[in-house]
């Protein structure tokens, strides 16, 4: 066993010590109101991680074996379209033969300085 081991060992312990006392001094000072809530909010929280593990665990499971098949699992098959040919009267005008019309068919327009000398 390396230093390191015992030092790591020496280091948890003493977390876990220190974690338990502040548990027992603080569940002491409180009511059975807050400990009662207390109790719900941890056993919720336990209560989702579970099917979230459940469920990280599934993936995990699901790429592995799509791995193990020599395929990755956003890798999809290669897909042929066919684009169908166009007509002539789907093709669009070109732009010089309205825009002509355009600029002839607005008036003049007038405008009026109010207020200046």
């Known amino acids: 066993m390396t230093i390191r081991d015992r030092f790591a060992r020496f280091v948890l312990l003493c977390s876990s010590v220190a974690t338990v006392a502040l548990v027992v ?16 909010v941890t056993v919720g929280i336990v209560a989702i991680l579970v099917p979230l ?19 990755s699992p956003r890798q999809s098959p290669p897909q042929v379209m ?18 002509h019309e355009l600029q002839t068919a607005r008036p003049e327009r007038e405008f009026a300085v109010i207020g200046g000398d």
């Open 25 to 40: 001094i603080v569940t002491q000072r409180l009511s059975d109101d807050a400990l009662s809530l207390a109790l719900g």
């Open 53 to 71: 593990v459940l469920l990280l665990a599934l993936a995990y499971m699901l790429v592995r074996w799509t791995e193990a098949r020599g395929r």
């Open 82 to 99: 066919l684009m169908p040919q166009q007509t002539p009267y789907q093709l669009p005008a070109p732009p010089h033969a309205w825009a």
